[in-house]
């Protein structure tokens, strides 16, 4: 016969402490011989806890501000990928004729100072700035997360020297730094502003990485391993990197939205993405002239832009809040 269930509720002294463990002994007496406790769920096993991604994503899907701002990047990425999806005509096709003029039947955000269709440039605009995020966001984490754990994991002058190297970027101010750097490209691709980005990316999420892993090695289960014979190689990818990588992903999520901010800003500076590239920041740039004849061409651009960095960073904080045990 198993034995009965004792919630945890009836761990305690006193009065309290009685009074559960009755309720306990009731319960256990009016359940069928081998039914599940109340508190296990559909689908969990009696009495085994989640782990801490199962948990998160348990606290993500109730979260609306998790939902909310999940579905906005959905859409973004979509209409990113296919814009054709929602904006069929072409965002390089002029009409001077139709300059600055504001909101028309089948033209909704009006048209800028070359006749150009600001609904269908918004639209497009999605695509280099998602994949300037996305892309740079990658590279400095894989970048950042490698340099720091290695060093974190071995320490000795590796570590020095990266920590010491890691200061001289963060000395660098990044909007000076993306002017200088960025003045000398020719190039309209969307690559020279990634990799500035990651350039200049990287040291904080290596000191993130760095912390996760020092902290995760001094573990028992990581003594344990390494006393059974284990290598290096094998205790930092199965043991210590799964349960470093949290700290990243959250500093990750929120630095994507950072750097959509960033390409945007160089761009409107003139030293980011360059025409014939459809970017919000050379729009935001091109109408901040006409702010008051046109205002339609700098608000449409410039909400789109506050949106989506809203979204990312939205996300990370949920994403954050579900990940960090301290705010349980």
Known sequence: MPEPYVPKEAIGHGDGGSAALAIGEAESLERRPGAAPPSAGPGREPGKPRSLWSDAWHDLYRNPVFV???LVIVFLVIIAIWPQLIATGNPYRADL???QQGSQPGHPFGFDTQGRDVY??????????????VCATTGAALLGSLLGGL???FGGWGDNLLSRLADIFF????????????SVVTSSTVWPVVGFIVLLGWPQVSRIARGSVVTAKQNDYVQAARALG???GR???RHIAPNAV???????????????????TLSYLGAGLKPPTVSWGIDISTASTYIRSAPHMLLWPAGALSITVLAFIMLGDAVRDALDPKLR
């Not at 269908?120 to 995020?133: D, E, L, N, W």
């Not at 990750?252 to 939205?257: D, F, S």
């Open 151 to 153: 060093a974190g994991f």
């Open 230 to 232: 284990a290598g290096n």
């Open 171 to 182: 000395g660098i101010p990044v909007i000076l730094g993306g002017l200088v750097f960025l």
């Open 120 to 133: 269908t440039r918004v639209v497009y605009g999605a695509r280099a700035s998602i994949t300037v995020g």
């Open 235 to 237: 205790i930092l990818l």
């Open 97 to 99: 004729a139709k300059a």
């Open 68 to 70: 909310v701002s999940a």
């Open 246 to 264: 949290a700290p990243v992903i959250v500093v990750a999520t929120i630095a994507l939205g950072t750097y959509i901010a960033l390409e945007a």
